[in-house]
Structures are given as C-alpha cells and as structure tokens.
C-alpha cells in the first residue's frame, strides 16, 4: 500500500508542479477516440434504425477528443516551454508543432459539421433524404480520414521527438 500511496502523491505533484510533463500521458486520448468515432458512423450507415444512436456516440467521441486535443496541445506547448533543444530538436519540433494546431483546426471543423448534421438529422430523417445523407456522410468521412492522417503524423513527429532525439517527460523520471 505504500507503494502505491507513493505513486499517487508522485503522479500529483508532477501534475501540479509540471503540466508539460503529463503531455505523453494526454495524447494518446485523442488519438484513441478520433479512431474510434468512424466505426459508430459507419454502424450508423449500416444499422439505419440506430443510425440517431450511433451518430450520437460518434459526436460524444469527437467532442471528448477535441477537448482531449486542446488539452493536448496545452501540456505540449507548455513541455516545449522547459527544452533546450539543439538545431536539430528545433525542426522536428517546429513541426510537431505545427501539425499539432493543424489537427486541431481539422477536428474543430470536422466537429462541429457533425454536430450540425446531428441536430439536423430529425429534419433529413426521411427514406426520400437517405441517399444524400449517405453520400454527406461518405464525404465526410474522407475529410475525417485526411484528419486521421495529420493527426498520424503529428503523432510521427511526436515519437520522433521521444525516440529520435531523447526528449523525454519528467513524468516517467
């Protein structure tokens, strides 16, 4: 029990003392629910009579992982505050960083058009309005894949940073 007790007052601290160093921790949220919300929308393509329900967890999962990708990029922007990197490191972070905000940008949007087609689904509901939503939700989801992919290599650039170049958490210290 003792050893346990240490490691909750460890995690505590080092959340308190140092949000940067909880950033390996937080992102793999996004990226576990972003890859998951899909298969609820192609249940819902599939499955028409619980189309509403699986379109509903969809949109849960998408919002959890936008709050998850903001908080992502806070305890990143805030590790990235405490490095001093070399030439190198720089790059490969300016990157990470730059894909980072991308993915976000990408999930906002993404997020939020599906929250609009949920909330207009009882309008379009209709057997007459299937088939155009069919074909939204097919174009939607290849707009999400291109996000899944930024989201991919934010991740690449991430391990990078980790495995490449040494950077790690004080977390795991």
Known sequence: MDE????????FSVVFSDWGSTHPLVIHFPIA????????????????????????????????????????LSSGESAAEHLK???TVVETLGEHDELAHRTRNIFVILTVTFFIFVLLQNKFDKKAHRQPQAIFLILFLLAYLFGLLTLLNTAHYGGKLVHYHGIHSQFFK
Do not use: W
């Open 33 to 72: 629910l972003y890859f998951v919300a899909p298969i609820f929308i192609l249940a819902g393509l599939i499955f028409k009579k619980r189309s509403k329900t699986f379109y509903t967890s969809a949109l849960i999962l998408m919002v959890l992982g936008l709050a998850a990708v903001f908080t992502a």
């Open 4 to 11: 346990l007790t240490h490691n909750f007052t460890h995690v």
């Open 85 to 87: 990197p070399d030439s």
